[in-house]
Every structure is written in structure tokens, then in C-alpha cells.
């Protein structure tokens, strides 16, 4: 399977572009699976056009047939992320990204970190799961594993 699509949306100044509704404070990093309305409403997007974008992606899904895997987490200014593989296991979704330097030409600072999300809209409901992750690594040099296969540990 590789009929996933995915946004990626920054805050350059290290705001989080969403929370969820139980969320004590206005931290940046998460990890949530909607699978349905109950899940969508318990995300708030801040005012902001990159949260905008988010949002948008969020209610564009039919979460009937459809699920999104959103995640939110710092990352340096002068870093982008990439994905590189989504992986549907028997009780859940994991996800890999890999880090790399930004273009020359993009002004920023290595001091600074940004808020950086990013949404997955997956082909099935997932209804059924109870295990989201997600793995991280430096190298975007290595050959990318295939997207929503079965099974991520052998890539």
C-alpha cells in the first residue's frame, strides 16, 4: 500500500501548532491517531497559517474510511524532516523520519528550534489499533523504505 498522503507545517518561533484538549500546558510535542469525530474534536489548531494548513489537511480526511496520524515535535531551524517510511503493524501505526540540513539559502539560525508537525493521512480507519510511534534518524542519505507496507522492522 502507498496511498498515504502527508503535510508538513512549521512555527519558526517554537510555537506548538496544536494540542489536545487535555493537555495542561502549551507544550510542543505529541503524537495523535483520529480515527473518528471524537478524535478530531479533541485536537485545537492555534491561529496561525501553518496550523491553518493542518487543520485544513485534518478535515479534508473522511475518518469513516480514513484515519490521520499527527505528530508534533522541536526540531532545529536550520533542520527539515523528512519522511521516510509508514508501516501499518497488526495493532498500530509507526512512522520513520529522517533529519537533514535545510537549503543554503534558507535563513536561519542553529541555535533556534522550531515547532514542526506533521500530518499523515493513512488509506484505512484503524479503528482497531492501540500502538502509534514513531523512529527518528539522522541519515536521509539512505535509501527510503517503502510507505504504509506491512511491517517496518525489516526495512
Known sequence: MSDVEVTFARDRKGRSLFELDD????????????????DRDRVSFRS??????????????????ESVYLLERSVGACYEVRLTGVYRESDGVDADFCRALRPADVAC?????????????????GEDFNSFGSRWGSDCDRPGTAIAREGGDDG
Open 23 to 38: 493537555d495542561e500546558e502549551d507544550r510542543v510535542g505529541g503524537l495523535h491517531f483520529m480515527t473518528g469525530e471524537e
Open 48 to 65: 496561525s497559517d501553518p496550523a491553518g494548513e493542518l487543520r485544513a489537511f485534518v478535515n479534508e480526511t473522511d475518518l469513516e474510511s
Open 109 to 125: 539560525s542553529r541555535d533556534d528550534e522550531d515547532a514542526l508537525a506533521v500530518a499523515i493521512r493513512l488509506p484505512f480507519d
